[in-house]
């Protein structure tokens, strides 16, 4: 993507994925449930021996993340442990110069910008959340990150729903054709180098719009075992609209849906996916602009 001396907006609405799987035609989410710790006031993660993920079914769009976890306690002792719910950082407003436009649909001074809200086993739980700064190279705040946390307990052998919802915060910006770090990033071959080209074709500019999610997947890993059934879906909005990520055996179920499903999964990366769209189709900017 073009970079200091593009428009960039930084909007609220979104997530993120992963192995060689080209631009979908036609077609920076967020973060996994982790057991955690508190040490010293700071969130930190752990390890939870006997609390296993059953099973995951995840949501991405521009618009809503929806996860459904269930946990199963295989110990013979009910389990009592701080759950976090860590998410990729969050941008700033951006700076109005060099005809950068000031553009985000969320406050990031807000206790709760994404409207975060979670349920187990139906019941709405009150959770807390920790803000932490994000700097950029120059030691200056880009941003910031949030991890909302709860204290949960397990009983022993038993299955409890967990569901999340909120708005994802979208990184957003546009570009003639990718650069080389995003090609790689989110797994752009020739096929989607010819999609991206084609929505830039039509633009007055000659120009594509990029909408980037990011999903923390990996802190599945501090549960007991693998996740015994993974199932996402990801919708890109529209059938015009192209998808881009780097993940084995997602398929195309609908127009503008695609689905893994995975048994025993472990996942070794977090996700990060990439959907573009025209200027008409970008979520939260007019068309004049």
């Known amino acids: 993507?073009?970079?200091?001396?593009?428009?960039?907006?930084?909007?609220?609405?979104?997530?993120?994925?992963?192995a060689p799987l080209?631009?979908?035609?036609?077609?920076?989410?967020r973060a996994n449930d982790s057991a955690a710790g508190l040490d010293g006031g700071q969130l930190v993660l752990k390890q939870a021996a006997d609390i296993r993920m059953v099973s995951e079914d995840l949501f991405l769009s521009m618009k809503e993340v929806r996860i459904r976890y269930e946990f199963r306690n295989t110990?013979?002792?009910?389990?009592?442990?701080i759950v976090a719910f860590?998410?990729?950082?969050m941008p700033l407003k951006a700076d109005l110069e060099e005809g950068i436009v000031d553009n985000v649909t969320y406050d990031p001074a807000s206790n709760n910008p994404l409207d975060f809200v979670c349920r187990v086993d139906g019941q709405i739980v009150t959770t807390k959340i920790e803000r932490k700064a994000v700097k950029d190279g120059k030691g200056k705040d880009s941003g910031a990150t949030l991890t909302y946390f709860w204290t949960q307990k397990f009983p022993a052998g038993r299955t409890i729903v967990v569901e999340h919802s909120y708005k994802p915060a979208l990184w957003q910006s546009f570009a003639p054709k990718p650069e080389p770090e995003d090609t790689a990033r989110f797994c752009i071959d020739a096929a989607g180098r010819k999609a991206l080209d084609e929505i830039a074709r039509t633009d007055r500019v000659k120009v594509y719009f990029a909408n980037g999610l990011n999903y923390i997947l990996k802190t599945a890993r501090n549960w007991s075992g693998p996740i015994g059934d993974f199932h996402l879906t990801i919708d890109k909005g529209d059938p015009k609209n192209v998808l881009s990520l780097c993940i084995d055996g997602i398929k195309k179920t609908a127009p503008t849906r695609f689905e893994l499903r995975k048994k025993d999964f472990v996942p070794d990366r977090d996700l990060a996916l990439l959907i573009a769209t025209s200027r008409e189709r970008t979520p939260g900017q007019s068309p004049s602009k």
């Open 75 to 81: 110990g013979k002792k009910d389990v009592e442990t």
């Open 1 to 18: 993507m073009q970079r200091s001396r593009d428009r960039i907006w930084w909007l609220g609405a979104l997530v993120a994925l992963v």
């Open 22 to 29: 080209a631009l979908l035609p036609a077609g920076v989410a």
């Open 86 to 89: 860590p998410l990729p950082p």
